[in-house]
């Protein structure tokens, strides 16, 4: 067994795709249009879906927003540089709200053995907040 995918309603599609394609790095896989459901699916990801686990926007004609639920945490992406990528998302018009330097030490001493873990790679959270 293996994860496959996770699934985001998005309003505004185009601008989605062009956010975690730009500032994030990812890469539009597919899109497809169900016009009989009235939907589009697009699958954006790091790699090909057979070997990596992508991210599915979708996208319901005529809904242009959603009520955030309280339940969704974060997406965990990995970064080569935290900084560079929190710089770039705020240059996009996203808000971090949180980025190392305002993250509480206790956090930051694990999230360096992890990273120690990943071959010194920082790791990167977008949640229902902003970007963390």
Known sequence: M????TML??????????????VLQMRELRRHDVPEGKYTLAFIG??????????ELTYNWGVDHYDLG?????????????????????RAGGKVTRDGANT????TQALRRQCT????????CIGDKGVA
């Open 104 to 107: 509480a030490p206790e956090c």
């Open 117 to 124: 873990a990943r071959n010194g790679r920082t790791q990167h």
């Open 2 to 5: 293996r994860f496959l995918h």
């Open 9 to 22: 309603r998005v309003g505004h599609l185009d601008r989605s795709i062009a956010f975690h394609t730009q």
């Open 46 to 55: 790091y790699g090909v879906e057979s070997t990596h686990t992508v991210l």
């Open 70 to 90: 309280t339940a969704f945490g974060h997406l965990a992406i990995e970064v080569e540089d935290a900084a560079a990528t929190c710089e770039a998302v705020r």
